[in-house]
């Protein structure tokens, strides 16, 4: 398949092989979990109809939907300790009959297998320091979501487009992602003037 016609949250057959002793192998459904920006490989996580080792590295997540009435009845499980990275040549897409279609996950599942992921990723990792990652990224996202609003402000005060209403509007929303997390901006920032519209926000 081609990278472009691959999309994040659905299901595709992947051809697994060549693989080493205890990888996942052969030719098996996998949902797909992130694009990376090689534009020529994706991360998955395989999926199988095999029960064994479920609640130790895989997890049920029953018949999905969107899949081909072939393999709609199917008990599903997701291989949660296998994720790994694949090429787009090893991607076939999914049919019913004779035509190609989309098989999104529910974003719920989707989410959970993410979840999922993450923490087995951190399996190892001692708790106390389990604890500070995941802050650590939550931090940074909130402030990530907080620049962006910024940015929409500064977009919006440079047009005269919007009127106080909406930018009081994304200040408050600014304040409330920031909330109880400790930041500090890079100079990049603090010369756009982003520090100056947390400041705003934070104090309104």
Do not use: W
Not at 73 to 78: M, P, V
């Amino acid at each position: 398949m081609r990278f472009s016609d691959i999309k994040v949250g659905c299901i595709y057959n992947v051809i697994f092989d060549p693989v080493r002793d205890c990888e996942f192998d052969g030719k098996h459904l996998a949902l797909v979990l992130k694009k990376n920006n090689d534009n020529n490989t994706f991360i998955v996580m395989p999926l199988t109809t095999a029960p064994s080792g479920a609640g130790i590295n895989k997890i049920e997540i029953g018949p999905v939907a969107s899949l081909p009435t072939s393999l709609k009845g199917n008990r599903t499980y997701a291989v949660f300790n296998q994720i790994r990275t694949v090429n787009a040549s090893r991607f076939i897409a999914l049919k019913e009959g004779k035509s190609v279609i989309e098989c999104p996950i529910d974003k719920g599942v989707f989410s959970d297998l993410l979840l999922l992921g993450i923490k087995e990723i951190l399996h190892n990792v001692p708790q106390d320091d389990k604890i500070a990652i995941l802050k650590k990224a939550y931090e940074n996202e909130c402030v990530i979501k907080a620049k962006d609003l910024a940015y929409n402000i500064k977009g919006l005060q440079k047009s005269n487009a919007a009127s106080g209403e909406e930018i009081s509007r994304l200040k408050h929303m600014i304040k409330e992602t920031l909330q109880g997390i400790s930041y500090s901006l890079e100079q990049k920032y603090i010369d756009d003037g982003i520090q100056c519209i947390f400041d705003e926000a934070m104090h309104e």
